[in-house]
């Protein structure tokens, strides 16, 4: 792991912002108009995204032309190719009793009966997740050159959720064109071969391995998360030697699960033109499935992470 630069708690705390966004959020679900939400300090809203109660039982292809209207996009999902995993949906809109509000749900499969892929492709992981448009329209939704940009959205962990010891991520920064390969950041569940040590992690990857500082965050327990809606924030300044914050506070208590900053860190990459974020499920089978009959040996299984309340910010 490379070395890196952090400092713990240094940005100003967001906690009065947070209980209006959680109350703004969780208004009686018959509302067309979620109350105004106030910008953070020196920021301004540049698009935002809730479930809509129109979407309950609807299919993939209706939460993709919804997410459209909205500078988001559904289209890496196992549906998305008759040589995957299409049967049923893998993204749902229900009503979550906690919020009082609705959610996105999004579901994987690895079991006996079903084994979900990457687009079409059955080999060695699985992918199903959301992101941001990269078209011109919707550029403002993305991080570019030299940009501060703040993220906010909540999830919420099922009891039980298995991650591999290899790769699962819940959210991506990926660069569009240039340099693609892998996510700058990611926030990824983790646990041993057998099971133990489920735990959260941050993980940086630069533009080369000399400004990779790795896994920044481990060890930060599933057990604060287990079924319980968190609101997540990043804070991302897009350069060579950029910075990143990030703050993840249960939504029920306040309790604050994560808290760090760290400067110097390489947040662009190559020929890129923007770099966009992704939610949902990503992870590895943990080895080649042999055959189509084949399944995983790590100990993953059916799971589902649900979604909500995404909302993207400009440093005026």
Not at 194 to 212: E, K
């Amino acid at each position: 792991m490379k070395s890196f630069k952090m400092k713990v708690n240094v940005f100003i705390p967001l906690t009065a912002y947070c209980l209006l966004l959680h109350a703004a959020c969780t208004q009686d679900s018959s509302d067309e108009v979620l109350t105004p939400i106030p910008s953070p300090t020196g920021y301004q809203l540049r698009g935002s995204m809730q479930a809509d109660a129109t979407l309950v039982g609807k299919d993939f292809t209706a939460i993709h032309q919804y997410m459209r209207t909205k500078g988001w996009d559904y289209s890496e999902h196992p549906n998305s190719s008759d040589k995957d995993h299409n049967v049923g949906n893998h993204c749902e809109v229900v009503y979550d009793e906690a919020l009082k509000q609705y959610a996105f749900k999004f579901i994987s499969h690895a079991s006996a009966e079903a084994l979900d892929g990457d687009r079409g492709n059955i080999v060695d992981r699985q992918r199903n997740e959301m992101k941001t448009q990269t078209s011109s329209q919707w550029a403002h939704l993305n991080g570019n050159w030299n940009e501060w940009q703040m993220l906010q959205w909540k999830f919420k962990i099922p009891k039980g959720f298995r991650p591999s010891s290899s790769f699962c991520h819940i959210h991506q920064l990926k660069a569009q064109e240039g340099n693609t390969d892998l996510p700058l950041i990611t926030i990824t569940l983790r646990a041993n071969a057998d099971g133990s040590n489920r735990r959260l992690q941050v993980i940086h990857t630069g533009d080369a391995d000399a400004s990779t500082q790795g896994i920044l965050i481990d060890r930060v327990s599933l057990s604060d998360f287990e079924d319980e809606w968190v609101l997540a924030e990043t804070e991302m300044h897009y350069t060579r030697n950029g910075s990143f914050r990030i703050k993840i506070t249960r939504v029920r208590d306040g309790k604050e699960l994560v808290n760090q900053r760290f400067e110097d860190v390489d947040l662009f990459r190559t020929g890129a033109t923007n770099i966009r974020s992704k939610f949902g499920i990503y992870r590895s089978y943990g080895r080649k499935m042999a055959n189509p009959s084949d399944r995983p040996n790590n100990g993953i299984k059916d799971e589902a992470l649900l979604l909500a309340d995404f909302y993207v910010y400009e440093k005026i």
